[in-house]
Structures are given as C-alpha cells and as structure tokens.
C-alpha cells in the first residue's frame, strides 16, 4: 500500500504504512510545520501499520509541539504501537 498525506488548511491525512521506508515523505511534509501554524490536527485512522521509525517520526512532532508551545491532536484508531509507545511516555512520566 502506498504512503500518502493529504490535507486541507491545518487537518492532515495520513494514509498507508508508517515505516522506514516511507518516514522521509511524513518528515517533509511536516519539516517546520510550527513556523506557520499554531494547531495542528493529524489523522491517523488510515494507517495500516507503523514501525518504530514512523512512531518516532510522530513522537519527534509531539515533542516539537509542546516546545513550541503549540497544538497537536492526533485523531483515530489508526495504530495500537503509536498508542503503545504514549502510554508507555505517560506511565512513565
């Protein structure tokens, strides 16, 4: 399946698989995406798996967002490993 990333002003759709090989195309599209957006809303439902590089990949903007002091909502069912590796960061926090 392929990776595609589709949006509309601030809501993004993140589509296919999450992984080493698709990690770049997430990454540019979201490079410095807080220098011209303060809310930033990113669907996940359409993932059909992520590897820990695309996990990685979506933790790295959470971190960015909360430095910035900017919004991010991640919205869906889309992947138990992404939720996983939250919940592990909150347990531990």
Known sequence: MDFKITHCNTF???KGILDKNSVAVFNKEFNNIFDRVNNLTISIQDIV???KYGVDAISKLHEEALTRNKKLSIIGFGCKELYDHFKKENAAA
Do not use: E, Y
Request: aromatic share 16%; proline share 0%; glycine share 0%.
């Open 12 to 14: 993004f759709k993140v």
């Open 49 to 51: 798996s992520m590897d």
